[in-house]
């Protein structure tokens, strides 16, 4: 145990002091092994004091470190590789379950819940949209996104852009988890999160595709050109700017999602809530993540409704594009009562479900 000695208050500059060894454990190790982890936990000594410990008393300022007689960082790959093999050991509950873990005694319980679903390919898009959606929503208005949906339902090619690979990464995944219950990969066409430049060609090849691909950032800042490759829709996720080519925005009554307008103001709260927002995974708060579940939801389920087979007659253009694609085909002949029962994430409560949990031995 290293503590740091009190400082004076009225000290301006308060001399340089080493933090005092309470004590050693194990009780084998020298100096030299305390020695490279008090410099790393006291860098100035006591001369600066870190402003999350402002609030309490100077007597409590303490840290623990554990030393095994090798290297510093070979201590704290000990612990990690400690932690992750019994994270990995730890059994994962039943649909609706579950789960919690801690580190250690000191470490706030970690607790996962595996949510209810109809389908283990339902929880997979339900895992995947926790993690990406919030980035998506935070970026792509919903206007855009309601038309890139179209267009991916109808076999469109489609074309993300962005200077960020990870962002580009994130709404490519969530687009396709959207698509749910139809399935594009497999099914309809090519998906590529991120594309090389090296393999540019494959733009231009003949099948519908769902690609990512990475900009630099002047060209993101700047204004974003017309593609010459014909039938292709492009987003530019950085500036949220939709480019259609000359066919297809001509037909583009065709690509619209039927009741789109309507679905749109009712989500159009919950869509203001996270666009424009700088979301990651890590920045969430809780209206963010029920805007986001709610959005998913709403639009899978709108989605889904396009196999009902009672269409209004206006919404016939986008119908007959819809009824003559592939993925339309084998999601018709594969739909059935208990697939389409819940496309939300199924039914039952959330908090109900067995628990399991792992408590680390003394």
């Given amino acids: 145990m290293l503590k740091s000695p009190p400082t004076s208050p009225s000290q301006?500059?308060?001399?340089?002091?080493?933090?005092?060894?309470?004590?050693?454990?194990?009780?084998?190790?020298?100096?030299?092994?305390?020695?490279?982890?008090?410099?790393?936990?006291?860098p100035h000594g006591d001369s600066h004091h870190s402003e999350g410990f402002s609030g309490g008393d100077d007597d409590d300022?303490?840290?623990v470190v554990l030393l095994s007689g090798t290297q510093p960082a070979q201590v704290i790959q000990v612990i990690f590789d400690d932690a992750l093999r019994r994270l990995h050991g730890t059994p994962v509950p039943p649909m609706g379950g579950w789960c919690s873990f801690r580190l250690d005694p000191q470490h706030p319980l970690l607790t996962f819940h595996r949510p209810h679903t109809s389908t283990t390919r339902h929880e997979a898009r339900q895992f995947i949209l926790e993690y990406?959606?919030?980035?998506?929503?935070?970026?792509?208005?919903?206007?855009?996104?309601?038309?890139?949906?179209?267009?991916?339902?109808?076999?469109?090619?489609?074309?993300?852009?962005?200077?960020?690979?990870?962002?580009?990464?994130?709404?490519?995944?969530?687009v396709r988890a959207?698509?749910?219950?139809?399935?594009?990969?497999?099914?309809?066409?090519?998906?590529?999160?991120?594309?090389?430049p090296s393999l540019g060609e494959i733009l231009?090849?003949?099948?519908?595709?769902?690609?990512?691909?990475v900009t630099s950032k002047q060209h993101s800042c700047h204004h974003s050109t017309?593609?010459?490759?014909?039938?292709?829709?492009?987003?530019?996720?950085?500036?949220?700017?939709?480019?259609?080519?000359d066919q297809?925005?001509?037909?583009?009554?065709?690509?619209?999602?039927?009741?789109?307008?309507?679905?749109?103001?009712?989500?159009?709260?919950?869509?203001?809530?996270?666009f424009g927002s700088d979301l990651s995974p890590q920045s969430l708060e809780r209206h963010h993540v029920e805007a986001c579940e709610h959005m998913s939801a709403c639009i899978q389920s709108h989605l889904a409704s396009l196999?009902?087979?009672?269409?209004?007659q206006h919404d016939a253009p986008f119908l007959h594009r819809f009824h003559s694609t592939q993925m339309y085909s084998i999601a018709s002949s594969e739909s059935n009562l208990n697939d389409l029962e819940d496309v939300s994430g199924g039914a039952g409560s959330d908090l109900e479900g067995e628990s399991t949990s792992y408590e680390p031995t003394a």
Avoid at 159 to 167: F, Y
Avoid at 204 to 213: H, I, K, M, T
Avoid at 240 to 245: F, G, K, P, S
Avoid at 307 to 312: C, K
């Fill in 307 to 312: 196999l009902d087979p009672s269409q209004h």
């Fill in 61 to 63: 300022l303490s840290f």
């Fill in 248 to 274: 297809e925005a001509e037909v583009l009554h065709e690509l619209k999602l039927p009741r789109s307008d309507s679905l749109q103001f009712q989500l159009q709260s919950y869509a203001s809530t996270c």
């Fill in 178 to 196: 959207l698509l749910d219950p139809f399935e594009w990969v497999k099914k309809a066409g090519v998906v590529v999160t991120l594309l090389p």
């Fill in 12 to 42: 301006a500059h308060p001399p340089f002091r080493k933090p005092k060894i309470m004590s050693v454990f194990p009780s084998a190790a020298s100096l030299a092994d305390v020695e490279p982890m008090m410099e790393f936990c006291f």
């Fill in 132 to 174: 990406t959606s919030p980035r998506l929503f935070s970026k792509v208005s919903l206007d855009h996104l309601l038309v890139l949906l179209g267009c991916l339902c109808c076999e469109v090619k489609v074309l993300l852009k962005s200077s960020d690979p990870s962002l580009l990464t994130s709404c490519v995944l969530a």
């Fill in 204 to 213: 231009e090849a003949p099948v519908p595709f769902l690609v990512g691909q």
């Fill in 226 to 245: 017309r593609s010459s490759v014909p039938s292709l829709v492009q987003l530019d996720i950085d500036t949220n700017t939709l480019i259609m080519d």
